[in-house]
């Protein structure tokens, strides 16, 4: 019997939406690209974008800025970080995140994974009070969020402040409380293999006045914050407009021209996701030594990538489903690698950081898959790429 082979293109979005296409072709024609080269009468771009996505996740006010690292950045430095202080973050996550650290000069602390795929809250409230950091950069990484009733009353009682990395959970939820939203400060991504896609870009929102202040002033506003329409008033910038220094990584009109009628698609586009995400989820559900991750009721998920279990696997064995499935057309990352491969790498290769041992973590990674879903994927793809996955673990199990 022939193996069934998947054609689809892993790394293929869908196109820009037309509406988008077309803000965009007029911003050009304006040729006001830059976000303070406004005109009587219209606020430009990347300030409307700004008031639409503090209001779309109940923030008070939002910053749109180059990219998710740079939201991070930001975030970091409002907040005080400088060199030599030590951030508690995910020992699972992606390179960006221990990098935004690493640029202040900073020192990240892992904390261990779950088999959840969450921050393990036990090591972190231990690794709290060991370290003594007062900030956390938790990464809610590939769209897995912890119980952040809990991560919140650790932090608060351990007096951490928490800057959320949500690049994976923009769209998503706990206990109807938007991703983003229960620390400090939320930062997103919209680069082209998040949830909205401007090539590059990123958002911060923070409910807190001066923060925003710093922010903004540190984005590169120059004396031009009173352009911002979700930003604090202007007295809010009298104690940091002299002090805070511009590091500049502002959004244009043009991105943001780009990102506000996905911004308006996002909830349907999210439902699309999860219909794919259910799909892969059931297809490899009830496999023998393969574990799907159970997502807790309280979470609103957004299903652009899936991950699997295979507890106790080899290296030689997961290596064998890898390449199996890549022969039938399905691309998976296999977050234990020894080696960094594209997007993919583990917490022992950012040797820029100090070496630490995450015991839990590597016995995690070791049995971890992951697999985007794009949204240029259907059902019925979902279901062929299932069913494949499902037969090379078993066959690799078998050997
Ligand atoms: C993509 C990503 C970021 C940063 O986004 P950029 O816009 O590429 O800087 C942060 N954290 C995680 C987990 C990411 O995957």
């Known amino acids: 019997m022939s193996k069934t082979i998947f054609t689809g293109n892993f790394t293929q979005q869908e196109p820009i939406p037309e509406a988008a296409i077309d803000a965009a072709v007029a911003v050009m024609r304006s040729g006001r690209l830059h976000r303070?080269?406004?005109?009587?009468?219209?606020?430009?771009?990347?300030?409307?974008?700004?008031?639409?996505?503090?209001?779309?996740?109940?923030?008070?006010?939002?910053?749109?800025?180059?990219?998710?690292?740079?939201?991070?950045?930001?975030?970091?430095?409002?907040v005080g970080v400088g060199p030599g202080d030590k951030v508690l973050t995910n020992g699972f996550t992606l390179a960006p995140v221990p990098g935004a650290i690493a640029a202040v000069n900073a020192v990240p602390i892992y904390v261990e994974v779950t088999d959840a795929l969450t921050i393990d809250l036990d090591?972190?409230?231990?690794?709290?009070?060991?370290?003594?950091?007062?900030?956390?950069?938790?990464?809610?990484?590939?769209?897995?969020l912890c119980d952040m009733d809990r991560l919140m009353e650790i932090c608060d009682a351990a007096g951490v402040m928490v800057i959320?990395?949500?690049?994976?959970?923009?769209?998503?939820?706990?206990?109807?409380?938007?991703?983003g939203r229960h620390g400090l400060f939320g930062c997103y991504s919209t680069q082209t293999y998040k949830h909205l896609n401007s090539g590059e870009g990123g958002l911060l929102v923070t409910d807190d006045a001066l923060m925003m202040a710093k922010a903004i002033m540190l984005s590169g506003s120059y004396m031009l914050f009173e352009r911002h329409k979700a930003a604090p008033p202007a007295e809010a910038f009298s104690q940091v407009k002299y002090v805070t220094p511009n590091v500049s990584g502002r959004m244009d009109n043009l991105r943001a021209a780009i990102l506000r009628p996905q911004l308006a698609d996002l909830p349907a586009q999210v439902a699309r996701w999860n219909a794919l995400y259910r799909a892969v989820e059931e297809g490899l559900r009830n496999t023998p030594g393969l574990q799907v991750i159970e997502r807790p009721e309280e979470e609103s998920i957004v299903g652009s990538s899936i991950q699997v279990l295979v507890p106790g696997i080899s290296a030689s064995q997961i290596e064998a489903v890898v390449a199996g499935c890549l022969a039938r057309g399905v691309e998976l990352k296999w977050f234990?690698?020894?080696e960094p491969v594209a997007f993919t790498s583990r917490y022992?290769?950012?040797?820029?950081?100090?070496?630490?041992s995450l015991p839990e973590t590597d016995r995690i990674l070791a049995g971890l898959l992951d697999m985007r879903l794009p949204l240029t994927f259907s059902v019925e793809d979902a279901a062929v790429i299932a069913e494949i996955i499902r037969d090379e673990v078993l066959t690799a199990r078998a050997d």
């Open 336 to 338: 234990g690698a020894p």
């Open 348 to 356: 022992d290769s950012w040797r820029y950081a100090p070496a630490q």
């Open 123 to 144: 090591d972190l409230s231990a690794k709290a009070k060991a370290s003594g950091a007062n900030v956390l950069l938790l990464s809610h990484m590939r769209g897995h």
């Open 164 to 179: 959320e990395d949500c690049a994976h959970t923009m769209g998503g939820a706990w206990r109807g409380v938007p991703s």
């Open 36 to 78: 303070y080269n406004t005109a009587p009468g219209d606020d430009g771009e990347v300030a409307h974008l700004e008031q639409e996505f503090a209001e779309a996740v109940g923030a008070k006010y939002c910053l749109a800025v180059a990219s998710g690292g740079y939201a991070m950045g930001a975030a970091l430095r409002a």
